[in-house]
């Protein structure tokens, strides 16, 4: 039978972890609100980003085309995941996603991987996928810009060195409340289709801006900055689902404890308890052994 020290040292035990998990909570509660708002702070910048797309192509539909070509060469795949666990099932689920999608895309030889987040990074690993390399996932939304220039930079040298043609990426997009779902979202090439949706839709003015820079150098700016719209957005959105899965988890784990404390505080009161009446029943034993 426990003693009433070890039952005191294990409920305080219990109460320490419940403190770390209640705050775990609270923060991951308003990280989520920021990568929200991060996300919705993309619209107006991608809107920007179409109406460009979509100015160039009404002066000249005939160059779509140019913008665009058949993936023919190697595939590079950006994962996103996380650095950091208590994160539930988030980086196993993205990386069976990831590898499904992957195996239906392109043979193992001509996939080259980018992992964002050291336990995805070793997920995939431990799938039998090699990856090229590892970056580390930003602790806020000031983070993310940064992020993203690199792997942009990593991207523009593999498209120069390792005939990449197909980029793709795997994130979390969380939907409402505690659900997310993996999501995969070609970067390039450009979908023709969408180009001629954009080409298609009624200019909102009566009046269109003038340019005089080349036509090719600035649908190369134009994809830049819509490349980075949608790495900003996976990272926000990755993000979001990470602390969502965080605070599930961490909501369970809280409901665990409470449950373990319930059951600690009822044994240190039955202990307590019993040592009372064996401390009576001592004393009566002894004033009759007396008298």
């Known amino acids: 039978m426990e003693t009433l020290e070890s039952l005191q040292e294990k409920l305080r035990s219990a109460q320490e972890l419940q403190s770390v998990v209640k705050t775990m909570k609270t923060m991951a509660a308003v990280n989520i609100r920021q990568y929200e708002k991060a996300v919705k702070s993309l619209a107006e910048f991608n809107r920007a980003v179409e109406f460009g797309f979509q100015f160039l192509l009404k002066r000249e539909p005939e160059r779509i085309v140019e913008g665009t070509q058949v993936p023919g060469g190697n595939l ?37 991987v980018l992992g964002v987040g050291v336990r995805v990074t070793a997920r995939l690993e431990g799938e039998g996928q090699q990856v090229e390399e590892q970056f580390f996932v930003p602790g806020s939304v000031d983070g993310i810009t940064s992020a993203v220039q690199e792997i942009l930079i990593k991207l523009e040298d593999l498209r120069s060195r390792r005939d990449v ?127």
């Open 165 to 291: 043609d197909h980029v793709v990426v795997f994130y979390h997009e969380r939907l409402s409340g505690s659900t997310y779902n993996p999501r995969m979202v070609s970067l390039l090439p450009l979908s023709i289709e969408w180009l001629r949706s954009l080409e298609k839709k009624e200019w909102p003015t009566h009046t269109r801006p003038m340019y005089t820079m080349d036509w090719n150098q600035l649908f190369s700016a134009l994809v830049r900055h819509y490349l980075f719209f949608l790495l900003y957005r996976a990272f926000a959105e990755s993000l979001a689902s990470e602390n969502t899965s965080r605070l599930s988890s961490m909501q369970a784990a809280e409901k665990n404890i409470e449950d373990r404390l319930e059951q600690l505080r009822n044994q240190f009161n039955q202990q307590r308890q019993n040592s009372i009446t064996s401390e009576i029943m001592d004393i009566i034993a002894g004033f009759e052994a007396l008298t």
């Open 76 to 112: 590079c795949a950006v994962v996103f995941g996380s650095d950091q666990g208590m994160c539930g099932q988030f980086n196993d689920k993205i990386t069976l996603f990831a590898m499904d999608k992957m195996r239906k895309l392109r043979e193992s030889e001509n996939r080259i």
